[in-house]
């Protein structure tokens, strides 16, 4: 078996360091592309309230639309920083509770 070196090490780990999430709105708003795109807009100003001052280490929080589907979906690399990956778990939850019908994935 070959050694591994450091920054082999940390070359994967950074690959993997990353979170993907979806966010499924109500069946009512996913069959209509209007209340779609304002929904997401609404999910969207939530987000900046939830978020705050808070400071990625990487990239930050962002929601998109699935352009093939009728969900929301974002990825987030928080390199080393864990706090980031349980700050976006927060949002997700906080994003559920202040939308009812929301479902996070």
């Known amino acids: ?59 930050s929080f962002q929601l998109k639309l699935d352009p093939n589907s009728s969900h929301f979906y974002g990825t987030l690399h928080y390199d080393v920083n864990l706090e980031d990956e349980w700050f976006t778990v927060h949002i997700l939850q906080e994003l559920t509770q202040t939308f009812p019908g929301l479902i996070a994935r």
């Open 1 to 59: 078996m070959a050694a591994q070196t450091l920054s082999s090490v940390f070359e994967r780990a950074t690959d993997e360091a990353y979170v993907e999430f979806f966010l499924f709105p109500e069946e009512s708003v996913q069959n209509d592309s209007g209340k779609l795109q304002e929904f997401l807009i609404q999910v969207n100003i939530a987000t900046v309230s939830i978020i705050g001052d808070y400071l990625w280490q990487k990239e």
